[in-house]
């Protein structure tokens, strides 16, 4: 069982920046692929980006490649997501998941997700 709580969204304006923190409990959270989606209103979930557990091997959606960056820490159990150069269509409710294969995108490889934070991207 893997518990997952997200931290670090908020509003901020185009153009700027914000760093989402995933915080996991369990002993396993190494053994995880780790990804991020998000739900913007009105709109399916959507894969965002993806690392595997070793943290060495990443995916990206096309629509945030060169702005955003996944990374994770293995002994404090904690992936991140830094957001740069923000847009107003990234406003959505971003989620952490737990999967066990990183360049499947698709939901039906989430085993585990978070309850998510919300970020809104002012114009």
């Known amino acids: 069982q893997v518990q997952l709580v997200e931290s670090g969204g908020g509003l901020v304006q185009a153009g700027g920046s914000l760093r989402l923190s995933c915080a996991a409990s369990?002993?396993?959270?190494?053994?995880?692929?780790m990804k991020w989606f998000r739900q913007a209103p009105g709109k399916e979930r959507e894969f965002v980006a993806a690392i595997s557990g070793g943290g060495g091997s990443t995916r990206y959606v096309d629509s945030v490649k060169g702005r955003f960056t996944i990374s994770r820490d293995n002994a404090k159990n904690t992936v991140n997501l830094q957001m740069n150069s923000l847009k107003p269509e990234d406003t959505a409710v971003y989620y952490c998941?737990?999967?066990?294969?990183?360049?499947?995108?698709?939901?039906?490889?989430?085993?585990?997700w978070g309850i998510g934070t919300l970020v809104t991207v002012s114009s």
């Open positions: 998941a737990a999967g066990t294969t990183y360049y499947i995108t698709s939901i039906q490889d989430v085993y585990y």
């Open positions: 369990g002993r396993t959270f190494s053994s995880y692929d």
